[in-house]
C-alpha cells in the first residue's frame, strides 16, 4: 500500500436494478464475474447459497436462489444455464445511454472500444446488482482491474492499455481517470468526469447541452470596443495574436488578462471574440441547479472544452475566475506558501499543448506559481477604465434613470467605479424606483455603489460629495503660474514632477484630479494612509508598489500629504524616517511618468526633494475677484443665481404676488456683498465646500446672504485657530 494514498472519491449510490436499462448486459457482465472470474466463491456460503445477495440475483432473474435450502453445487448449476440464455441475446447500456455516448464519441473522436469503456465506468457506478458483484472482487491492481475490464468488454490487453495512457483521448478530455496509484474497487479505480453519471442517463437535443454545465457559448458583450481604447497598443496586439493563432491552428496558446473586479475584463474577451468573429466559449461556473463548480472540476471541463472544439476552427475558450484553479495556499502574514503538487508537470503540459486558443481571467494572480504564469503568452494587467471612459459608460448605463449631468461627472471622478459595479447598480435602480425623480435615483446610486466600494476595500468618498459639488473652474484658483499654460505644455509632453503647496482647501488636490481629467489619464491618488504600513519596510513596498502601477496604467500619480514622507532627513528621530524618504526620492527619480504632490507645510520637505521636482507651484487663498466668482458660480449651481441688481427670488421659489401671505424681502446690495467677500482674505474654494455641506442639514434653502455668512463663518473659525499662518495673503486688487 502506498503512503500516500488518495483519498478515495464519495462513492455514487446505485439506483435499484428493477426496470433499469441495461439489464440483459449487467447480467451477462455479473455472470463473466461470478463463473468465468472465480466470483461465485463469494458469494455461496455453504448451505445458504446466494442468501443476502438480491440485487445480484434480480438483475439474473434468479431470485429462487435467495432461499436458504438451496445447495450450492444446484445454485451454479442455474447460473451457468442462465449464461447459456442470455449468451445470444443483443445487449447494450439502454436506449438513452447508448445515444448520449454516440454524442461524446462523435464530438471527441472516440472510438467504439473507448466509448464503451466509458460506458462500463459509468455503468458499473450505476448499477446496483453490477455494482455488487464487482465489490466481491475486493481491491484491484492496475493489471487486475485491466483484466477484468477486458474480459468484460472482449478487449485486447494492449487496446486497454492505450486507453489509459496518458495520450489516451478518454483521459486527455478528462471523461475519465485511471487511478494507477492504488489498489482499490473497480468502481474506485476508474473516476468518470464528476456530474457525468448523472448527465449520461438523461435526454439531450445535443451534445452541446449535454455539456452545458461544463462549458457553453459566451454571452454577447455589454461594452464595446471603445471602452477599451485605453489599452491603445496592448489591444492590438491582443487581437492580432489572437487573429494570427486562430488562422494557423497555433496549438499553446494562453492569454492571462488579471485586475480587479469589475474592471472589465470579462468583457474584454467577449469584444475580443466579436472582433474576430470567433465563437467564445466559457467554462461553467455552477451546474445546472445554481450550485458553485469546484476547481478541480472546472479545470476537468476546460479539458474537455479543449477537446471538443480542438475540431473547431473558429473557436475561442474562455476560463473565468481562475482563482480556485490555481489555489496555492496564502496567507497575509507568511505570504503565498508553496505546494509540491503532483499534477504541476500535468497542468504545465495542459498549457502548453492546448489546441484551442484561451483566454484566462483572474481577479488576483498571486496565488499562482511563476512556473505557470511563464507559460503565458500575453499578461495584461487591467485597472479601473480612465475617467472619460467611466463618464461613457456612465451615461450609456444610466440612460433610463433621471440622474443629472453632473451626478454622472461627479462619479467619473471615483477612480474605482468600474463597469460592473455601474451596470449593476443601474440595474437594481431601474427595477425598484423606475419612475422616481432624480435626487431619489442619485441617492439609491450612491448607496448601492458605495457599499459596494466598501466592500470591496475601497473608500467611496468621492460618492459623498454628490450634486453639492460646484462647477469646478481653473480660473479662480490664486496659483503662482499660468495653470492654462501649464495644462497644455502637459498636453504636448506629458511628464512632469509637480509639487503644489499652499494653505489647506487652496485648490491643490482638486486642481491634480483636473489635470487628469484634462490630459484624460487615470488618476492614481494616494494619501499616508494608504501607504504607510505597521511593520517595517512595508512603507516602502507601498510606495515602490505605487510607482509601478502608476507606470503601468500610465496614470497621473498624485500624492497628497506629501509632507508625511519628505520631511528632512535632518530631524528624522527613526531610521525607517530616512529609507521611506530614500525609496520615495529614488522612485521619483526613475519615473517617467506624471508625478504630482500636494502639501500644506513647503517649509518642511527634504531639500533634496524639492530638487527633483520641476515646478513648484504656490496657490494661496482667493483674491477678490476670484471669490466673487466662485460665489456666482456656487448660487448658479445650486439654483439660486445671483443678481447684480441686489433682486433674488423668494425661498420658496416665488416672488410675492397679489395676495400672498409671504412677507416682502427688502433686496440686498450687492456692492456690499462684493465689500464682505473682499475682507475674507483667507477665503479657499474649500470653505465653499464645506459651507455647502452644512447647508445640506439647514430647514431653509440656500441663498446669497446664507452662504456669505457660512464663509465668514468659515475663515472666523481660521484665524482663531492660526489659520492665516504659514505666511500667505491674498491681494486685494
Not at 280 to 293: P, Q, W
Not at 621 to 646: I, K, M, V
Request: aromatic share 6%; hydrophobic share 40%.
Amino acid at each position: 500500500m502506498p503512503l500516500h494514498r488518495r483519498r478515495r472519491p464519495a462513492r455514487i449510490r446505485p439506483v435499484t436494478s428493477a426496470g433499469q436499462p441495461g439489464q440483459t448486459l449487467a447480467a451477462q457482465w455479473i455472470l463473466k464475474i461470478l463463473l468465468d472470474m472465480d466470483g461465485v466463491q463469494e458469494v455461496i456460503d455453504g448451505r445458504h447459497a446466494m442468501t443476502g445477495y438480491t440485487e445480484i440475483l434480480r438483475t439474473l432473474k434468479l431470485e429462487e436462489l435467495g432461499e436458504r435450502n438451496i445447495e450450492p453445487e444446484q445454485a451454479i448449476a442455474r447460473l451457468k444455464q442462465r449464461q447459456q440464455e442470455l449468451a445470444e441475446e443483443q445487449a447494450d447500456f439502454g436506449e438513452t445511454m447508448q445515444q448520449n455516448l454516440a454524442q461524446l464519441g462523435q464530438a471527441l473522436g472516440l472510438c467504439a472500444d473507448e466509448q464503451r469503456v466509458l460506458g462500463c465506468a459509468l455503468f458499473c457506478l450505476t448499477h446496483r446488482g453490477l455494482a455488487e458483484t464487482t465489490d466481491l472482487l475486493g481491491e484491484l491492481s492496475n493489471e487486475g482491474a485491466k483484466r477484468l475490464l477486458a474480459q468484460l468488454l472482449d478487449l485486447p490487453a494492449a487496446a486497454l492499455r492505450k486507453i489509459f495512457s496518458i495520450d489516451g483521448l478518454l483521459m486527455r478530455a478528462g471523461l475519465l481517470r485511471f487511478d494507477n496509484r492504488s489498489a482499490l474497487p473497480l468502481q474506485h479505480k476508474l473516476e468518470p468526469m464528476e456530474g457525468l453519471v448523472d448527465l449520461i442517463h438523461e435526454t439531450h437535443a445535443n451534445v452541446m447541452e449535454m455539456l452545458r454545465d461544463y462549458f457553453h457559448p459566451a454571452k454577447p458583450p455589454s461594452l464595446d470596443a471603445q471602452d477599451f481604447d485605453y489599452l491603445g497598443r496592448q489591444h492590438a496586439i491582443l487581437a492580432q495574436y489572437l487573429a494570427h493563432a486562430a488562422e494557423k491552428r497555433t496549438a499553446g496558446v494562453n492569454i492571462l488578462i488579471h485586475g480587479r473586479p469589475g474592471t472589465g475584463k470579462t468583457e474584454l474577451a467577449r469584444i475580443l471574440a466579436q472582433q474576430l468573429d470567433l465563437k467564445l466559449f466559457e467554462i461553467g461556473m455552477s451546474d445546472s441547479e445554481g450550485d458553485a463548480i469546484q476547481g478541480d472540476r472546472r479545470f476537468t471541463a476546460y479539458q474537455l472544452s479543449q477537446q471538443i472544439l480542438a475540431r473547431q476552427a473558429d473557436a475561442l475558450i474562455l476560463f473565468d475566475e481562475i482563482e480556485d484553479v490555481f489555489n496555492e495556499p496564502f496567507f497575509p502574514f507568511f505570504g503565498i506558501i508553496r505546494r509540491h503538487d503532483r499534477r504541476k508537470a500535468w497542468t504545465n503540459r495542459l498549457l502548453e499543448e492546448n489546441p484551442v486558443p484561451a483566454i484566462w481571467i483572474s481577479n488576483d494572480i498571486r496565488q499562482i506559481d511563476p512556473a505557470y504564469l511563464r507559460r503565458f503568452d500575453l499578461v495584461l494587467p487591467l485597472e479601473t477604465p480612465p475617467r472619460r471612459t467611466r463618464e461613457r459608460i456612465l451615461r450609456r448605463n444610466l440612460q433610463t434613470l433621471a440622474v443629472t449631468d453632473q451626478w454622472i461627472r461627479d462619479m467619473a471622478d471615483h477612480p474605482d467605479i468600474a463597469p460592473a459595479l455601474v451596470e449593476r447598480a443601474a440595474r437594481v435602480v431601474s427595477s425598484i424606483q423606475p419612475s422616481a425623480d432624480a435626487a431619489t435615483q442619485q441617492q439609491d446610486l450612491q448607496l448601492l455603489l458605495g457599499n459596494t466600494l466598501k466592500a470591496m476595500g475601497n473608500r467611496p468618498r468621492a460618492l459623498a460629495q454628490g450634486p453639492h459639488r460646484p462647477t469646478y473652474r481653473r480660473d479662480i484658483l490664486n496659483a503662482d503660474r499660468d495653470l492654462d499654460a501649464l495644462v497644455d505644455g502637459l498636453a504636448r509632453h506629458g511628464q512632469a514632477r509637480l509639487c503644489l503647496y499652499g494653505p489647506p482647501g487652496t485648490g491643490k488636490t482638486e486642481f491634480g484630479r483636473h489635470l487628469a481629467e484634462q490630459l484624460d489619464r487615470p488618476l492614481l491618488l494616494r494619501r499616508a494612509s494608504d501607504l504607510l504600513g505597521p511593520y517595517v519596510g512595508m512603507t516602502e513596498q507601498r510606495i515602490a508598489e505605487m510607482f509601478e502601477q502608476a507606470a503601468s496604467d500610465d496614470a497621473l500619480l498624485l500624492l497628497d500629504e506629501a509632507d508625511s514622507f519628505l520631511r528632512g532627513r535632518a530631524g528624522a528621530h527613526h531610521s525607517w524616517e530616512v529609507t521611506q524618504v530614500n525609496e520615495l526620492l529614488t522612485q521619483m527619480e526613475a519615473f517617467n511618468g506624471l508625478f504630482v504632490c500636494s502639501t500644506n507645510l513647503m517649509t518642511a520637505l527634504d531639500a533634496a526633494a524639492l530638487r527633483r521636482f520641476d515646478l513648484k507651484i504656490r496657490f494661496d487663498p482667493l483674491r477678490p475677484r476670484q471669490a466673487l466668482a466662485l460665489f456666482q458660480q456656487t448660487l448658479a449651481d445650486q439654483g439660486r443665481p445671483y443678481d447684480p441688481e441686489g433682486k433674488h427670488p423668494h425661498p420658496d421659489g416665488e416672488g410675492r404676488g397679489e395676495g400672498s401671505k409671504q412677507p416682502r424681502r427688502e433686496p440686498t446690495n450687492p456692492t456690499q456683498w462684493q465689500h464682505r467677500l473682499a475682507q475674507l482674505d483667507n477665503l479657499t474654494p474649500g470653505d465653499f465646500h464645506a459651507v455647502l455641506r452644512a447647508r445640506r442639514l439647514a430647514p431653509e434653502p440656500l441663498t446669497p446672504e446664507t452662504l456669505l455668512q457660512g464663509l465668514e463663518s468659515e475663515c472666523s473659525v481660521k484665524e482663531a485657530h492660526g489659520g492665516r499662518a504659514i505666511g500667505f495673503m491674498a491681494a486685494i486688487h
